[in-house]
């Protein structure tokens, strides 16, 4: 087997179960959910600890999110171009934006540390966040969802059978990246996430194959 294909294999396979398990990691540590600007802070600085490593993790899943889409995309290419690259496209958007969101997020968590001046952030953040974060936060969603839809529809809808990665593999990242937080999500992950680590070398081999020429196994 070619050790660049099994790389990229393995590199998928890490990530398709790295970016679900960060982001259970953020659900389970995050505090709960505040009714106010004050009151959020507040639940930031008496659980500074977990909220911390709950933004972080958060922060972290985007870029095994963005591999992992890469990675299904590059799958999917040959026999659905157009979804491959369009959901790629659209889920590097959405983790790109999700990062920005927890940049946020840690920029908060000093706030929240800081309770002598917490009156002061309090009016800072009820005075609305800038458009160019709101923007960048509202694509990290819609890119995320857009881009998974795509990616899960060029997976099914294509039958990529022993040649690709199984048909299973676009609804794999689907749960991975939505629904691990579930029993149902993680059960069915834990089946789904073999299929990048079975599927033959040759599709991940594929662009090299175009411009050197066919590859010998190894």
Do not use: K
């Not at 974060?133 to 694509?139: R, S």
Request: charged share 5%; with cysteine; aromatic share 6%.
């Amino acid at each position: 087997m070619n050790p660049t294909a099994q790389f990229r294999r393995l590199a998928l396979a890490a990530s398709l179960i790295l970016a679900p398990a960060l982001s259970v990691l953020w659900v389970v540590l995050q505090p709960p959910a505040p009714t106010s600007t004050a009151e959020g802070l507040g639940n930031l600085s008496a659980n500074l600890a977990n909220s911390t490593l709950a933004a972080f993790a958060f922060t972290l899943s985007q870029l095994p999110f963005i591999l992992a889409a890469l990675g299904v995309s590059h799958v999917i290419s040959r026999r659905a171009p157009v979804l491959a690259a369009l959901g790629a496209g659209f889920a590097v958007l959405g983790g790109f934006g999700h990062a920005v969101l927890g940049g946020a997020q840690l920029v908060q968590l000093g706030m929240a540390a800081d309770t002598s001046h917490r009156a002061v952030y309090v009016g800072l953040l009820d005075g609305g966040m800038p458009w160019p974060l709101n923007a960048l936060m509202l694509g990290g969603t819609l890119g995320t969802v857009l881009g998974i839809i795509l990616m899960a529809a060029g997976s099914c809808v294509r039958r990529l059978g022993r040649d690709g990665c199984p048909t299973h593999c676009g609804l794999s990242f689907w749960l991975n990246s939505q629904v691990a937080t579930s029993p149902l999500g993680r059960a069915l992950h834990q089946g789904c996430c073999t299929s990048p680590r079975s599927s033959p070398w040759q599709p991940w081999f594929g662009a090299l194959q175009q411009v050197c020429g066919p590859a010998s196994r190894v």
